[in-house]
Nanobody, 124 residues
Framework: QVQLVESGGGLVQAGGSLRLSCAAS????????MGWFRQAPGKEREFVAG????????YYANSVRGRFTISRDNAKNTVYLQMDSLKPEDTAVYYC?????????????????WGQGTQVTVSS
């Protein structure tokens, strides 16, 4: 069992930055691939970024590639999402998720554990 708690969301102007954190408790955090997803009002939950067990492989949605960076610190049981050059269309609730597999997967149904989400609002 893994419990996930996100933090770091908030209100920011377009062009600004935020850093989300996801703290994990439970066993074997380093054995989970981690992902960030987001869900805007009236839209489906979508994949944003993922990172494998060891943190040496990452993958991004086209909409955020070059602006967002995912990383992890297995010693601290934490995964991060650095978000730069934010746009109003990035406004959503952001969720972190844990997938008990080595590789990155982009489908929400494949993830085993989810956090409660943190709101990110980007004003124009």
């Amino acid at each position: 069992q893994v419990q996930l708690v996100e933090s770091g969301g908030g209100l920011v102007q377009a062009g600004g930055s935020l850093r989300l954190s996801c703290a994990a408790s439970g066993r074997s955090f380093s054995r989970y691939a981690m992902g960030w997803f987001r869900q805007a009002p009236g839209k489906e939950r979508e994949f944003v970024a993922g990172i494998n067990w060891t943190g040496d492989t990452t993958y991004y949605a086209n909409s955020v590639r070059g602006r967002f960076t995912i990383s992890r610190d297995n010693a601290k049981n934490t995964v991060y999402l650095q978000m730069d050059s934010l746009k109003p269309e990035d406004t959503a609730v952001y969720y972190c998720a844990a997938d008990q597999t080595y590789s990155i997967r982009a489908y929400s149904s494949e993830y085993d554990y989810w956090g409660q989400g943190t709101q990110v609002t980007v004003s124009s």
